[in-house]
């Protein structure tokens, strides 16, 4: 009859701990190979201390922004943004309504306008799938936005948080630098039409973005009556977005291209010839990480703004 090593062996020695001189718990993990050998040589046991942190100690990567928090917070320079892309969509949409009435002519802008308006929300939905699936915050000029989406997938209702130039100032200013020469260059009413519209929509396309996180009780009535009718992406629309398997309605304007899109899969089509052709995988393949999985609100942060 084989007598197991514990037996002949025991292991009392190893009762004794050293105390840890900063009052961390130590816990001992005794590994023992069992064999049927007579003899067991004692350098065979392995001791491997492991730290057990308590749960106040261990810190998270990342924490939601406070109420109060600067980078909710609109500045001076914001606001400027703001104000400068606001001018440059109003001059263009004033070149659009002044040449349309001198000319007699006001079916081409207005249709110029409403393709602007259409192509707007595929525009945002292109760009929201591009920022949500590639890249990190290292990536050249588009790095600011893709943490930013990163964070605004883990904490989504820090989105109705943000102030109105705070939230708007980045596309703004891009809308500046865009449209300004179009203004400066051309006077045709259809190409400002259509130039008005989509820019216009597209700059104010986070604030559109903003509302569909909204609770209802607190919107405008005019916004939750847009949203009702499809002029702007609806609540439940973009939830769904914010949901498993987090690779759909992408479109933030007004949503009406999310159907069209996820139902003949153009963004999975997209992403196999991204594959194919450079071996970049989006992250749609993979599980959500923590960084981009929903946190619930807590009672702290729903305070009145």
């Given at each position: 009859?084989s007598?197991?090593?514990?037996h002949k062996?025991?292991l009392?020695?190893?009762?004794?701990v050293?105390?840890?001189?900063?009052?961390?718990?130590?816990?001992?993990r005794?590994?023992c190979?069992?064999?049927?050998?007579p003899?067991?040589n004692q350098?065979?046991?392995?001791?491997?201390?492991r730290?057990?942190?308590?749960?106040?100690?261990l810190v998270?990567?990342?924490s939601?922004?406070l109420?109060n928090?600067?980078?909710?917070?609109?500045?001076?320079?914001h606001?400027v943004?703001?104000?400068?892309?606001?001018?440059?969509?109003?001059?263009?949409?004033?070149?659009?309504?002044?040449?349309?009435?001198?000319?007699?002519?006001w079916l081409?802008?207005?249709?110029?306008?409403?393709v602007?308006y259409?192509?707007?929300d595929l525009?945002s939905?292109v760009?929201h799938?591009?920022i949500?699936?590639?890249?990190?915050?290292?990536?050249p000029?588009?790095?600011?936005?893709?943490e930013?989406?990163?964070?605004?997938?883990?904490?989504?209702?820090?989105?109705?948080?943000?102030?109105?130039?705070?939230?708007?100032?980045?596309?703004?200013r891009?809308?500046?630098?865009?449209v300004?020469?179009?203004?400066?260059?051309?006077?045709?009413?259809?190409?400002?039409?259509?130039?008005a519209?989509c820019?216009?929509?597209?700059m104010?396309?986070?604030?559109?973005?903003?509302?569909?996180h909204?609770?209802?009780?607190?919107?405008?009535?005019?916004?939750?009556?847009?949203q009702?009718?499809?002029?702007?992406?609806?609540?439940?629309?973009?939830?769904?977005h914010?949901?498993?398997?987090?690779?759909?309605?992408?479109?933030?304007?007004?949503?009406?291209?999310?159907?069209f899109?996820?139902?003949?899969?153009?963004f999975?089509?997209?992403?196999m010839v991204?594959?194919f052709?450079?071996?970049v995988?989006?992250?749609?393949?993979?599980?959500?990480?923590?960084e981009w999985?929903?946190d619930t609100e807590?009672?702290?942060q729903?305070?009145?703004?």
């Amino acid at each position: 009859m084989s007598v197991f090593p514990q037996h002949k062996y025991p292991l009392r020695s190893l009762n004794h701990v050293h105390s840890c001189p900063r009052r961390c718990p130590l816990v001992l993990r005794v590994i023992c190979s069992a064999t049927t050998k007579p003899r067991l040589n004692q350098s065979q046991l392995v001791v491997e201390p492991r730290i057990e942190m308590s749960p106040d100690q261990l810190v998270s990567p990342a924490s939601p922004p406070l109420l109060n928090d600067p980078s909710l917070q609109s500045t001076w320079s914001h606001r400027v943004w703001l104000a400068s892309g606001c001018a440059t969509v109003m001059f263009s949409l004033a070149k659009a309504i002044v040449g349309a009435a001198s000319s007699h002519v006001w079916l081409e802008p207005v249709l110029a306008g409403y393709v602007g308006y259409v192509l707007a929300d595929l525009g945002s939905g292109v760009y929201h799938w591009g920022i949500d699936n590639y890249g990190d915050a290292s990536t050249p000029v588009f790095g600011a936005q893709i943490e930013a989406f990163e964070g605004h997938h883990k904490w989504p209702w820090t989105i109705t948080r943000r102030q109105f130039a705070n939230n708007l100032h980045a596309l703004a200013r891009a809308i500046t630098f865009s449209v300004l020469p179009i203004d400066l260059l051309c006077n045709d009413p259809i190409v400002h039409g259509f130039v008005a519209l989509c820019s216009g929509c597209i700059m104010f396309s986070q604030q559109f973005h903003a509302w569909a996180h909204g609770t209802k009780s607190k919107l405008p009535p005019l916004v939750v009556a847009l949203q009702d009718v499809g002029v702007l992406v609806s609540r439940s629309q973009h939830s769904a977005h914010h949901r498993p398997p987090y690779n759909n309605n992408y479109c933030i304007v007004s949503g009406v291209w999310n159907q069209f899109l996820d139902k003949h899969k153009v963004f999975e089509a997209l992403e196999m010839v991204l594959f194919f052709r450079l071996g970049v995988r989006p992250r749609s393949w993979s599980e959500p990480s923590i960084e981009w999985i929903d946190d619930t609100e807590t009672a702290s942060q729903v305070a009145v703004q």
